[in-house]
């Protein structure tokens, strides 16, 4: 019996990084081996180490690795992270926006739209194609109304969502423009010569003048902390 206990309660070193450890801060693996809890934490919270050898569990974790150089989390449930912004744009992060869902998410986001989606920029309806997408850095977060991402994808985003044509010239440096937007997304555009953002609501349109050579900054649409997409209608 004593030989039990202490075999239990006998230090083990750390089969990954070599570190002395406690029976309370290890884990045991399938070949009989030991990981500190360091080592443990690198690997998905959603896996059981005990069933991993020694060189699987050091293939989980360099892949968590390299998914943490990939992603980035923006957003969860109802809460935005600004400071995450900068580290997606310093790192070239693909920005998440998470919904950290665990029952009905009507009773969380009941107005249509209002969930938090990652959008991906897929070629094809397939796992392989998003999994290409997201480690290419394709993708864009999508909360409260907000996107989140590189200006070259948002931009797509503002072509594919909103029809924007002239309908008349009020001075010569003055053109009205009207704004269609075709999506279920909710835009903001503000002018540099206007003191506050105009919504362009989902399935509805804007009609706003815009002075030649003006640059037009999409409030919602964010490249960075306190940085926004940025367009000049027209020259």
């Known amino acids: 019996m004593m030989g039990f206990f202490s075999n239990l309660f006998a230090k083990q070193n750390c089969a990954v990084c070599g570190k002395e450890c406690g029976t309370l801060h290890r884990s045991k693996l399938r ?25 699987e569990a050091k293939e989980h974790m360099e892949y968590m690795a390299r998914m943490k150089r990939v992603f980035d ?32 998410s009507g009773s969380i986001y009941p107005v249509r739209g209002s969930r938090p989606m990652t959008l991906v920029f897929a070629t094809a309806r397939t796992a392989g194609a998003i999994h290409e997408a997201l480690l290419a850095g394709r993708a864009l977060a999508c909360f409260d109304g907000n996107l989140m991402g590189r200006g070259e994808y948002i931009g797509q985003m503002i072509d594919a969502a909103l029809e924007i044509r002239e309908i008349r010239q009020v001075s010569k440096t003055k053109r009205t423009f009207e704004i269609a937007n075709k999506s ?46 940025t367009r000049i209608f027209w020259e």
């Open 31 to 55: 070949d009989g081996q030991f990981l500190c809890d360091d080592c443990g934490n690198k690997c998905s919270k959603y896996i059981r180490l005990s069933e991993l050898t020694l060189d």
């Open 73 to 104: 989390e923006v957003f969860n449930k109802t809460e935005s992270y600004p400071r995450a912004f900068d580290y997606a744009v310093q790192y070239g992060l693909v920005p998440f926006a998470n919904s950290d869902i665990h029952y009905m």
């Open 184 to 229: 279920d997304l909710r835009f903001a555009v503000r002018p540099a010569s206007y003191d506050y953002p105009m919504p362009v609501y989902a399935g509805q349109g804007l009609r706003i003048d815009i002075r030649q050579g003006e640059q037009v900054e999409f409030t919602n649409c964010i490249l960075g902390k306190g940085r926004y997409y």
